[in-house]
Structure formats: C-alpha cells, structure tokens
C-alpha cells in the first residue's frame, strides 16, 4: 500500500493530526490535563445536542432494521453519557505516562543511557456502534501525548459528529490543538485510513468479529484488538451455589451485548442436577434462551440443543450455550479449543482448584468468583480503556493509557566513540544503574 493511493483530503487530515500531535508530545503534565478538564466541560455543555443526535441515530438504525445487539451498543443515554465523562475526569487524575525513566544507566565516566517513555504518535480508532468509545479513547490519547484520528460506524455519525464538535470546542480553550482529534465518517476513509502507514502508528478496531479481521488482514499499520469475545463461566463442584446463580446472571445479562458477557456456561457434572434448574429458572425471569449438550438437556428437556457452532459463537445477546464437563481439567480444555483468550471465570470455594484454572485457562483475564463483566478499563481503575486486546503480546485485556506509550533511548556522552572499547586496549563498560 502506498499513500498515493489515499484521498488528498485524508491525507491532509493525517498530516495535521501528525502535527499536531508532534506539539501534544512534549507539552506537560498540567497542560495534559487542563485540556482533558475542557474536554470534560465541553462535553457538559454540549450534553443536549449530544443526546439528541444519540437519538436521531438510533431512530435511523431501527428504521433500517440494525442488529439488536448493535442498537444496545448504540444507545447513549443520560446516564451512560454521564458516566463517560467521568471517566474523562478519571483519566485527567491518572499519573502521567509519559517522560518516566525506565532505564538510567552509566556505560563508562560520562557515558550515560536513559530509557524514556514518549507517545506512539497518532492512533486510528475504528469503532462501530459504540459513541462513548470516541470519549474514552480521546481523554486517553490527550493523557498520553497522542493525536487520534477517530473512525465511526455510519449508523453513529450524530452522534460522534456532535461529541467530536464539543472535545474540540474544549480544547481550542488549550495548548493543545483541536487538530489533534479528527473524525472520519465513510466507508472509503475506512480503506483510507488503514493505507496511511506514514502518518499512523496503531490502529484499533472495536467492532465485530468480521470487522476486526477486515482491519487485520488489510493494513501493514499494526493492530491491538480482539476479534471475539467469547467468554465462560465453569460452575465448579466446589461452587456456593447461590452465588454461582447470582454471579452467571449479572454475567450474562447485566450487558449481553458486551465483549465480556458469557456466552458459555459449563458445570461439573457432580452438580449439575442442584445448579441447572436454578439457574435455568433465574434466566428464564431474565428472558435468557438456552441450549444445551445433551447431558443438560437430560436435566433441562425444554430447552433447545447445542450444537458445535454454538460453542464457537459470541452471541451479544440473550442466549446461554450450557454444557455439562466431568471434571476442571474437561472445563479449561474446552475453554482454550473454543475460548477467544478474552475473560473467563471460575466459581469455586476451594482455593487450589481456582489457582489451577488461573494458571491453565489462556486468557488474558481469568476470574475467581466474579462476574467476567467486571473486565473493563474504567473498572479496573485506567479511567476508561481504548480496547481490549486478546493477543499473547502485551498490552493484554482492557488497554489503558500503558498501551499508548512506547519509549526512546536517550544516551550523552562527552566526546565517547566505540573505537575505545574495542581492541586489545578495549576500555570496560561499567554499567552502573544510577
């Protein structure tokens, strides 16, 4: 891909983000955060306009027939717009990332080597539904000295237009230029964006599975994503029942929706006769559907079988795969064959049994006794999150400012060349961490 391919109009979107980010790099902490407080006002201010272009949006979607699951993500009302901005405000209280001394080492007698953390540059944020992601992934990129070229999906172009409008009404009261966010809005900017290797230096896509591998499989930009999120509960024999029932419903339903609700469910067999018809009882209030292997069907006759794709599908909605394993060993080797390495949970009174499943199931959350909604940036204190990532590399699950840094080596000397530390006269180094 070459950038002679791109839209002269993104490209000069890109290089004035570019720009601009280059100027956000190396401003300092207070003038970080007295921009992500404007940000926080500005969104205050515009909140009408905002919730009104939210409901211009989901209007639009219903009449066009959206995916119920995608409408959910869609939906931004009063309460979730209050809790985005504050989790600007969150962010604007978290330490500076960057400019931290990860290295200082002295080589030889005024030779020294400093390792620093700096910003990645300018981040692509691809997202489809989700309005209030164009809230957290901003705050986080102003936090961490990057510029952000925002992508959206077509049915929250209101939405995002109107949010992007009062970020950058916010900091144009700032040392940081309003340049530095941007919002793209068309399918062609999609392609567009994924071409600008030389502008660009992360891309993150928040979106469906097929949407997150069309990113992967077509930019040489590099990507910190998820393309599934597939979770599981494993009831354990050791498990208090009552609060296997209570944690597997918030589990499931307190956000189907969501990357990190369950889709499946599996129990040992010592107590499944007791757990099932619990649980089966406690969903169905909830308007949840099952499907089961045929053991939970012996146990559970008026639900509906599982078949193989079952186990393999994120279903973002109000639909339980439940299967019956004879022992953890069984439930942590279906968890890594059908799993997505996303967030699974393991409930269990016995303390050996939950390290074993924490040391064996590969994901990049592993829960003990909690919901698995529970992974989620804002919740576990990053002041809100960019992405989740699933790969094996860091960053790993919910990425917060930590997944936008990266780092330089700074060295001064005083006239040193490599030329004395070689030969048969070769000076040592010292190495001494200072």
Avoid at 311 to 330: A, G, R
């Amino acid at each position: 891909m070459t950038i002679v391919e791109v839209a002269p109009s993104l490209v000069s979107i890109a290089e004035k983000t570019r720009a601009a980010a280059s100027k956000l790099a190396i401003l300092s902490t207070e003038a970080k955060n007295e921009a992500i407080a404007a940000i926080a006002q500005g969104l205050e201010s515009a909140r009408e306009e905002i919730l009104q272009a939210n409901v211009a949006d989901c209007q639009a979607a219903a009449a066009e027939g959206i995916a119920k699951p995608l409408y959910k993500r869609l939906q931004l009302d009063e309460h979730k717009l209050r809790d985005a901005i504050a989790g600007v405000r969150d962010v604007g209280k978290l330490a500076d990332p960057i400019g931290k001394v990860q290295i200082h080492r002295e080589l030889d007698t005024g030779l020294v080597l400093k390792r620093i953390s700096c910003p990645l540059g300018v981040l692509g944020i691809i997202f489809e539904a989700r309005p209030e992601a164009a809230i957290q992934i901003v705050s986080l990129a102003i936090k961490s000295g990057n510029g952000v070229i925002l992508k959206c999906g077509k049915e929250a172009v209101r939405s995002c237009e109107a949010i992007v409008k009062a970020i950058k009404q916010g900091l144009s009261q700032t040392a940081v230029s309003p340049d530095a966010v941007q919002l793209l809005t068309t399918r062609e900017e999609t392609v567009g964006l994924l071409k600008l290797d030389k502008y660009v230096d992360l891309i993150i896509p928040r979106g469906s599975n097929s949407f997150v591998r069309f990113v992967q499989e077509n930019t040489r930009i590099p990507v910190l994503g998820h393309a599934d999120g597939i979770c599981h509960a494993y009831i354990d024999q050791a498990a208090d029942i009552n609060k296997a029932v209570e944690i597997t419903v918030d589990a499931k339903i307190q956000y189907a929706a969501a990357c990190n609700a369950i889709e499946t469910l599996l129990v040992h067999q010592a107590i499944a006769g007791e757990f099932l018809p619990k649980i089966a009882a406690a969903l169905a209030t909830n308007h949840v559907e099952l499907k089961g292997d045929q053991r939970t069907l012996e146990i559970l006759p008026n639900i509906a079988p599982a078949t193989e794709v079952d186990w393999e599908t994120e279903y973002s909605d109000l639909i339980l795969s439940v299967k019956i394993v004879d022992s953890l060993e069984d439930a942590i080797a279906h968890i890594n064959q059908y799993g997505s390495r996303h967030t699974d949970a393991i409930i269990t009174e016995d303390i050996a049994t939950a390290e074993s499943f924490f040391g064996l199931v590969n994901s990049a959350g592993v829960f003990h006794n909690c919901s698995t909604r529970f992974a989620d940036g804002f919740r576990y204190g990053f002041g809100a999150e960019v992405g989740i990532s699933t790969q094996q590399m860091p960053p790993r699950g919910p990425v917060g400012l930590e997944g936008l840094v990266t780092y330089k080596y700074q060295m001064t000397g005083n006239g040193h060349i490599v030329a004395s530390y070689t030969g048969s006269n070769a000076k040592a180094f010292i190495h001494r961490d200072l």
